[in-house]
């Protein structure tokens, strides 16, 4: 009997060591921070010629929730509201589309069982018009828009696509049914390469090995890093979290240590940057936060379109007035995330 206990004591201790180990610790202490040298990327994106961008807008694509110790290690077990995103960057030097949202099925694989189908027409639609587009890294959440549009083909050659995201990105399409034939010469690069005027873009590897940051300077002075899943969601960055390693070792693999590297390194690089904008792309709570802010505009409907039914949509609070585009189209389906 007293034999029994003891195992059914050590058996205890294990399993909550095991679960301590995958989902809670986020010990950093000896992991080296990884510098971002935000200066290439300035020199880089303005190395380009012509106007630099206007404006960023974002899309939501789709929406839910995932236990927060997921995303971020030691983060609790509540429920934390995630979402998947595009981005684009627009102005007179052309359009640049960052990541390309997803299909219903990839979003549902991820629990994002809100889905607005528009909301990836208007991403197709996007890329359609785009100059450029450009992944964060090479995951389906990521990429699986691009690889599922019907302008695939047209579109391919507007992609800047280093060699580490072209062997993934072609697999995506062939689950698409497509050829990769389409697809462009990789990019062989190092450090900061311009993409467009006030655009530019440096190797990030760890949360994948194409894993990339996306540095933005619009005409305004304004700043912007899009860092992908290294920092998915703010509390990565804000308490320097990584993710669990039932995520970072088994769900969806990557270089941990590297990735809570380049945490430290963009939370020095936010500290001594005023103005600098980081992107939480998979943070649904900070993207419902931007309509209020007025870094990016909300929705890929036509600006000029959405601007002049501003009046009408804004009469009722102060922080609806405060969004530029509030009123957008996607503005109705931030609204239900919200309430849902
Ligand atoms: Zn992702």
């Known amino acids: 009997m007293r034999t029994g206990w003891k195992i059914a004591a050590v058996l205890l201790l294990a399993v909550v060591g095991a679960a301590y180990w995958l989902l809670i610790d986020n010990r950093t202490g000896p992991i080296a921070e990884r510098p971002i040298d935000i200066g290439a990327l300035r020199r880089a994106a303005a190395a380009m010629p012509g106007p630099r961008p206007d404006a960023i807008d974002l899309e939501i694509v789709a929406q839910g929730t995932s236990p927060a110790t997921l995303l971020v290690a030691g983060g609790g077990f509540g429920k934390a509201g995630i979402a998947a995103v595009a981005f684009r960057v627009r102005g007179p030097g052309g359009t640049v589309l960052i990541d390309s949202g997803l299909t219903r099925e990839q979003a549902g694989t991820l629990d994002m069982t809100d889905y607005d189908a528009a909301a990836q027409q208007r991403v197709e639609a996007a890329m359609d018009s ?24 047209n579109n391919a050659a507007k992609l800047f696509l280093p060699r580490t995201q072209y062997l993934p990105l072609a697999a995506e399409l062939g689950r698409a049914g497509k050829s990769a034939q389409a697809l462009p010469p990789p990019v062989e690069r190092q450090g900061a390469t311009a993409l467009a ?39 990565n960055l804000s308490e320097t979290r990584g993710r669990s390693r039932l995520v970072a070792d088994w769900l969806a693999p990557e270089n941990r240590r590297a990735v809570i590297g380049w945490i430290k390194g963009l939370r020095t690089l936010q500290a001594r940057t005023p103005g600098l904008t980081i992107a939480f792309q998979h943070d649904r709570d900070w993207l419902l936060r931007q309509r209020n802010d007025g870094a990016f505009h909300i929705g890929f409907g036509d600006p000029a379109r959405v601007q002049a039914r501003k009046p009408a949509g804004q009469a009722q609070t102060t922080s609806v007035q405060a969004a530029p585009f509030a009123d957008g189209p996607a503005f109705s389906s931030l609204t239900q995330g919200a309430a849902g």
């Open 130 to 153: 785009a100059d450029h587009i450009v992944f964060t890294h090479e995951h389906y959440d990521h990429i699986g828009g691009f690889a599922a549009s019907r302008g695939m083909a």
């Open 197 to 235: 005027p006030g655009v530019a873009v440096m190797p990030m590897p760890g949360h994948t090995p194409g894993s990339q940051l996306i540095y933005v300077a619009l005409a305004s002075g304004r700043e912007y890093l899009f860092p992908g899943d290294v920092t998915s969601m703010e509390r």
